[in-house]
T-cell receptor
Framework: DGGITQSPKYLFRKEGQNVTLSCEQN?????MYWYRQDPGQGLRLIYY???????QKGDIAEGYSVSREKKESFPLTVTSAQKNPTAFYLC????????????FGEGSRLTVL | DAKTTQPPSMDCAEGRAANLPCNHSTISGNEYVYWYRQIHSQGPQYIIH???NNETNEMASLIITEDRKSSTLILPHATLRDTAVYYC???????????????FGTGTRLQVTL
């Protein structure tokens, strides 16, 4: 079945370590996104990519990096520069049509000890 | 993109209709109204969207007022599995090839009870 796969679902890391979260989609969507969610809060956009080899910063890009070398993959690296990395991270994709909805993965919960 | 206002929480008895309101008084003519829901610790799920006309699908109905300044999501027969946070979002349709950057607020927490 078509969808978005995020891995790992849960991740624990020590402070100061870089962490890479995986996001793969087989929906043939052009656009992909990374959101961050803190407890009791809405989603905040970290980075998005409209097409392969192109990406733009969202509202809270500091301390994060991404790449888009393949259409189906959009990994997110949480660097040691991110001051408060513990959060729920959500990846999404869309077809890029004018009214195209977002399709989300199940999320990755990162805890920094 | 226009800002939306939703009540923080609502209750609904199982089997009854759940009517979730959303105000978007600054909406522009080319902005769509989207509804998503998020069940605890899962990714948000698309429900429905509309521009001007009322819309219905297998999950819900969307009623948009004639002036488009508010809308209501209707779950006709709520079940316990509908307990979730519901997000109302407005966004301009910017043409093909444009990323659907949606801004998610804190939404309405719907609790369906027996």
């Amino acid at each position: 079945d078509g969808g978005i796969t995020q891995s790992p679902k849960y991740l624990f890391r020590k402070e100061g370590q870089n962490v890479t979260l995986s996001c793969e989609q087989n929906l043939n969507h052009d656009a992909m996104y990374w959101y961050r969610q803190d407890p009791g809060q809405g989603l905040r956009l970290i980075y998005y990519s409209q097409i392969v080899n192109d990406f733009q910063k969202g509202d809270i890009a500091e301390g994060y990096s991404v790449s888009r070398e393949k259409k189906e993959s959009f990994p997110l690296t949480v660097t040691s520069a991110q001051k408060n990395p513990t959060a729920f991270y959500l990846c999404a994709s869309s077809s890029g049509r004018a009214s195209g909805e977002l399709f989300f993965g199940e999320g990755s919960r990162l805890t920094v000890l | 993109d226009a800002k939306t206002t939703q009540p923080p929480s609502m209750d609904c008895a199982e089997g009854r209709a759940a009517n979730l309101p959303c105000n978007h008084s600054t909406i522009s003519g080319n902005e769509y109204v989207y509804w998503y829901r998020q069940i605890h610790s899962q990714g948000p799920q698309y429900i429905i969207h509309g521009l001007k006309n009322n819309e219905t699908n297998e999950m819900a109905s969307l009623i948009i007022t004639e002036d488009r300044k508010s809308s209501t999501l209707i779950l006709p027969h709520a079940t316990l599995r509908d307990t979730a946070v519901y997000y109302c979002i407005v966004r301009a349709g910017l043409g093909t090839g444009t990323a659907s950057k949606l801004t998610f607020g804190t939404g309405t927490r719907l609790q369906v009870t027996l």
